[in-house]
Structures are given as structure tokens and as C-alpha cells.
């Protein structure tokens, strides 16, 4: 798979200039395109104004900004697009018209390669592909206000997109850090199907005099544990988007409940604000009244996304909390809430969907009325499989929690690694992670909630089962890669360090956090480091709980390969031409004349260790150096006992099993 590099954005407005900016961010050349000067100005200002933003709060230093500028070419008139784009954005009006035509001079301008996408919050994905000269390389992409902060895109494709062409922006997607939700081409897509009506139905019960703005808003803050009410919701983006967006939805599915509410369609003619006071106290039958509702029309229309097959559950429940950082998705809140009683809310719904002649326009999708009528909570899956050419990707996809390990996920992964393993047409397993993490570690509210409980019993399963899966991968006779391109803690390093290679890029960064919070690494983390890179290395990581970026990782010996974002696929390729390694375990680093490998051998060395264990500055070394203190205030800060724990086990590596 050929991956992009070169990207151009048609538009250079608040949208286009975020997905310009995130793509300049992640290193790809871009191409800022607008009809005039004054707009590539104005999309360039506002790049400069959020740079200078994320410089103020230590995001970015100067250098990394003036880069970053350098790498954004202003580009007048969409003709002049480069012929060699890999992949063009337009993100212009939400008008098919005004795209389709700037398609239609996008077809003449770039080469038969280059992939054509559209900015869509709505539109028919399969309508504009028609509407080009490439519908196998046309795809929908919704990007999320605002498109360099928010992590959740829905990749959109259309009937006659093919599969290349999905595979490469789905990568490029995920290159830009982003949450990917790959979506059927209906109204709305997933986020906006269930998040407009909800704002359309507050507008409907503040109309109908149940509450004030004030009222709902705090009611909706409650039942959905979010910072920000519809109306507040609503003033920050623009009463016009969601009256826009609500008027669609209603046209395209035939549901007139969604026709903008009378009161939101006066607000945006007289071009005016939700008024929202500060008084928000409200009755006990109010919040039933409104709340009510809301989960109701949330319910049911995130069952009829599934019901229709535009995605999972899984996908919707992602949707809401990283694209709108709701704290739970719809179904989680419904298994919460009650099955039985969130059908009851959805039926509600439903009967204010009734037509003229007393027809509701507006159905219940089965599927959701035979799981309450079973009275079964809704079932997750965390763990994807893909098998192509013999490589077996197991997916680990919670991104939402960075897709931090607990009882489920460790259940789903070893089902799936006992999969891969069993199955005689796989010769090569990679892991993955969903998301800008690979896994940051152990579900720490899994260990709180055990503790709180006294169900300590539960802790010890969970890490005996890790054992399990980790000795799956550790003792499988097929070529095991780990791809932590991300972010890798604790238990989501252990869980790295099991397989036979590890590819890294510049994302990559390692930890092991445990003894700074009262605990020691319990899944191999005090044996597969000294193996691979030497006791000294391992207490320099283990002990000190040390920062590592990609290069230290790889000079250490925790990262095997380092490779730029776009070879990655290369690497794994190579890594499963080459089948099981000699030697996993060499006991020694990388490359020796790192500086931080010369300062971790001679610092954690036999000789200091118990000078450092004790809190004291070895001979030789000044106390005041900022590297040195820095080591001695690591070391200050972790709980003594896992200390003293996690040291034994390291020194005794040598004499210890895997298994």
C-alpha cells in the first residue's frame, strides 16, 4: 500500500485550516487552496493565532511552529492543485453544487492516482462520487470541530470506493493521531444521526415550556455527565449549523419530528443566541420530563444506526465519547440505565413521532426491542481480528480508554491470540492499538473499584490471565510483532516486550510507571527488560520509571525497529519475511555509544545499587548535575517496598522462567 505524503485542502476556512494545520503538525506537505489571496491569508492567520496558542501553553516551541508554517503552501484557485497530490480535502460549503464542481476542476487538475475526499457533515457520499471522474477513489471524511484538537474522524465510503483507497486514508487518518470510525453512507453518518435530534428535541422541550435553557442544559449536564448542555452546545458552534442539520436529517429520512424547532428556526432568522440564565434549578419531575426524552431519542436512534449496519455499537459508543467527550456511550448508558427501561424511554419517543394520520415515522429498530425483552445488557468487543496474506492483526480497540487493559480486554485478547495461533494458515501475529496509544497499561479504575470492593481475589485473576495471554504470545510458533507507534505504559509495555519484534516511529514513547505508584511491574516487566537490554538498562527503566522516546527505546533495545510513520506496513512486511529471531533476548543494548546508555550502565550498576535503593548519591556523582538529580528524585518518589520488590526480581532475572 502506497501511503500519502502529499495532501491539499480546498477551503481554507476554520475547517480547512484545522485539517491543514493537523496535517502540517504530522509532518505531510500540505496545500492550503481558496478561490483568492485574502482567503489563504485568512486560512494562514488562523493556523498562526492557534500555533501561537499551543506555543503559550508549552504544546510547541517556536522552532517546532515556524515547521510546521514551512511545511503549508497557499495555493490560489483550485486549478493550480498540484498534479502530483496524493490526497485532496475539499472542505468548502456544505453545498453539493459548489462541491461537485470544485470536483469536477479537481479531476482535470490532479493525476489518475490522486484520491479525492469531501468534508461532509451530510451529504451523500455516494452521490458526489457519482459526481466525479474517480468513484473508486472518492471517499466522505467528517472531521470534528476543531479538526487539529478533536481525535474522532468517520471515514465515509462510498458503494463504488475501493478497498486501496480506504486502506490509505483510513492510514492517513491514523497518522494524524485520529480516532477512525469507518461508516456507512446514510444521513447524518453516526455521530451527527443521534447528536442533532438530540439538540433538535431540547429546543423541542424548552418550545413546549417543560424547562428553561438553563434547566435542560443542567438536566442533560446530569443524566449525560457532560460539561456542556445543547444550548450551550448550540451557541458555541452556531444555532445555524444545528438548524441546517436537523432540516436535513428530517428531508432525507422522512422523520418530521427532526424539522427544525419553531423556536430555533426564529432564533437563527433573527440571528440571535440561546439565551441561557443562571438560574438552574428544576423539580424532580422536570429532570424525569427532560431527561427522559433526551435518552429516549439517543437510544433509539443509536439503535437504528446498528439496526441499519452504518457501524457497531462499539463504533457508536466511540463516537459519542471522543468525538462529543461524552463520559459513556449509548449503549454503556443503557446497560447502566436498564435495558428494559431505555426501550421504554425509545418507545416514548416514538409515539411523539407520529404523522397526520396517527403513523409513526419514527420505529423502534427490533434488534433493541428482543434484547429488552431478554432483559441482557448489551455485549462489547474490544478486540478486533484481521487476517490478510498470512498476517494475522489483532486490534486492540479502545481508544477511548487509550486502550488500557481490564478484565474484558484481557479475556478478548487471549480468545483471540488462541485464535490466531490455532489457525495453520497464519504465520505472523500483529499487535495494534486503536488510537495515538498502543495500551497505556492496566485499567487503573478496574484496581480501584477491586480494592474499594475487597475483591482483591479479582486482581490476582486478572493478573494470572495476563500471564496466560502474554505466555500465548510469548511461546507462539508464529512471528510476533507489536506495533507501539503510540503510547506504551506498564502492562501495555509487558505486553510489547512478550513479542519476537517491536516497530516504532517518532510517536513512540515507554514507561514503566508501577513503582511510582506503590506497585511493581507484574507482567514481566521486571524480567523481559534485563533480557533484552541488561540489568542496568532494566533498573535505569523499571526503577527510575523513566521516560523513553522512540530513539532512547530503540538504542536500549525495547524498540527493534524504528521507522518513519509511512513504512511502517514495510516493516512488519520485513519483520514477518524474517521469521522468529535468533536471539530475542541478547541481555544487551542497541547501540552502546547512546549517551543514555553509557549513564544508565555506569548509574545503575552493582556497585551504586545500594547507595541509590537507600536513597543516597553514589561516589563520583554530583547530586546537584540535573540528570543525576533527576534519577535521585525519581527514585525519591516511588513507594519504598515495590522498590525493593521490583530490584530483586530484576537481579534474580537471570534465574527465573518466562513461563
Not at 497518522?175 to 428535541?201: S, Y
Not at 432568522?269 to 424532580?284: A, K, L, P, Q, R
Not at 443509536?302 to 463504533?315: L, N, T
Not at 516493516?571 to 553509557?598: E, L
Amino acid at each position: 500500500m502506497q501511503p500519502i505524503q502529499r495532501v491539499a485542502i480546498v477551503g481554507a476556512g476554520n475547517m480547512g485550516s484545522g485539517i491543514a494545520q493537523k496535517s502540517a503538525q504530522e509532518e505531510f506537505d500540505v496545500q492550503m487552496v481558496d478561490r483568492e489571496q485574502q482567503w489563504v491569508d485568512r486560512g494562514q492567520g488562523i493556523i498562526t493565532d492557534f500555533l501561537s496558542e499551543a506555543v503559550e501553553r508549552r504544546i510547541f516551541n517556536q522552532s517546532q511552529v515556524d515547521e510546521i508554517k514551512s511545511r503549508i503552501t497557499g495555493v490560489v484557485g483550485v486549478e493550480n492543485t498540484a498534479e502530483n497530490t496524493d490526497l485532496v480535502i475539499e472542505a468548502v460549503f456544505e453545498d453539493f453544487d459548489i462541491k461537485t464542481a470544485v470536483f469536477k476542476t479537481l479531476d482535470e487538475a490532479c493525476g489518475d492516482h490522486t484520491i479525492l475526499a469531501s468534508n461532509t457533515s451530510s451529504l451523500s457520499v455516494n452521490e458526489l462520487a457519482k459526481a466525479t471522474g474517480r468513484p473508486d477513489k472518492f471517499v466522505g471524511l467528517h472531521f470534528f470541530y476543531h479538526p487539529a484538537k478533536n481525535r474522532l474522524v468517520e471515514v465515509i465510503p462510498a458503494k463504488t470506493t475501493s478497498q486501496d483507497t480506504i486502506d490509505r486514508v483510513v492510514q492517513y487518518c491514523k497518522m494524524l493521531g485520529k480516532v477512525v470510525i469507518v461508516c456507512g453512507d446514510r444521513p447524518g453518518f453516526v455521530v451527527n444521526r443521534f447528536f442533532v435530534p438530540w439538540l433538535n428535541e431540547a429546543c423541542l422541550l424548552e418550545q413546549e415550556g417543560v424547562a428553561n435553557a438553563a434547566q435542560i442544559d443542567a438536566i442533560a449536564c446530569k443524566a449525560f455527565r457532560i460539561g456542556l448542555g445543547p444550548f450551550g452546545l448550540m451557541n458555541l458552534t452556531g444555532p445555524p449549523i444545528a438548524l441546517h442539520s436537523t432540516d436535513y436529517l428530517a428531508e432525507q429520512l422522512a422523520v418530521p419530528r427532526y424539522d427544525g424547532a419553531a423556536n430555533l428556526r426564529e432564533l437563527v432568522g433573527d440571528n440571535n443566541m440561546w439565551e441561557i440564565g443562571e438560574v438552574t434549578d428544576y423539580s424532580e419531575e422536570q429532570y424525569q420530563l427532560v431527561s427522559r426524552r433526551l435518552f429516549g431519542v439517543v437510544f433509539g436512534v443509536a439503535a437504528q444506526i446498528v439496526d441499519e449496519g452504518v457501524c457497531s455499537m462499539e463504533d457508536v459508543d466511540r463516537g459519542a465519547k471522543v468525538g462529543l467527550r461524552w463520559a459513556k456511550g449509548p449503549f454503556e448508558m443503557m446497560n447502566k440505565i436498564g435495558i428494559q427501561q431505555s426501550h421504554e424511554m425509545a418507545v416514548e419517543y416514538q409515539k411523539l413521532c407520529l404523522d397526520d394520520a396517527g403513523k409513526s415515522t419514527w420505529q423502534v429498530a427490533e434488534f433493541f426491542s428482543k434484547q429488552a425483552s431478554s432483559n441482557a445488557q448489551w455485549d462489547f468487543s474490544y478486540v478486533d481480528t484481521s487476517i490478510v496474506d498470512g498476517v494475522a492483526t489483532i486490534t486492540i480497540n479502545r481508544p477511548e480508554a487509550m486502550n488500557a487493559l481490564n478484565e474484558t480486554v484481557i479475556k478478548q485478547l487471549g480468545q483471540a491470540v488462541d485464535a490466531v495461533n490455532g489457525n495453520s494458515a497464519v504465520h505472523t501475529v500483529v499487535l495494534d492499538g486503536a488510537g495515538k496509544a498502543f495500551v497505556a497499561g492496566a485499567d487503573v479504575k478496574f484496581f480501584v473499584d477491586k480494592i474499594r470492593s475487597n475483591a482483591i481475589e479479582d486482581i490476582v485473576e486478572f493478573t494470572s490471565n495476563g500471564h496466560k495471554v502474554l505466555n500465548s504470545i510469548e511461546n507462539s510458533s508464529k512471528t510476533t510483532v507489536a506495533l507501539t507507534t503510540g503510547l506504551a505504559l506498564g502492562g501495555g509495555l509487558e505486553l510489547a516486550l512478550c513479542c519476537d519484534y517491536r516497530i516504532g516511529t517518532r510517536r513512540t514513547q515507554f514507561r514503566f510507571p508501577e513503582t511510582s505508584i506503590g506497585i511493581y511491574p507484574g507482567l514481566g516487566g521486571s524480567q523481559r527488560p534485563a533480557r533484552i537490554s541488561g540489568i542496568p538498562l532494566a533498573r535505569w527503566a523499571v526503577l527510575g520509571g523513566n521516560f523513553m522516546n522512540s530513539q532512547i527505546a530503540y538504542d536500549i533495545g525495547l524498540l527493534t525497529h524504528l521507522v518513519d510513520l509511512s513504512e511502517v506496513d514495510a516493516a512488519v512486511i520485513q519483520c514477518s519475511a524474517s521469521g522468529k529471531p535468533a536471539n530475542k533476548y541478547p541481555g544487551k543494548p542497541t547501540n552502546n555509544a547512546s549517551p543514555v546508555v553509557k549513564f544508565a550502565s555506569d548509574f545503575y550498576s552493582d556497585n551504586n545499587l545500594s547507595v541509590l535503593l537507600s536513597g543516597g548519591c553514589p561516589a563520583g556523582y554530583d547530586a546537584a548535575d540535573k540528570t543525576i538529580s533527576r534519577q535521585l528524585k525519581n527514585l525519591k518518589y516511588t513507594a519504598p517496598i515495590a522498590l525493593s520488590m521490583a530490584s530483586e526480581l530484576i537481579d534474580i532475572t537471570s534465574n527465573t522462567s518466562l513461563s
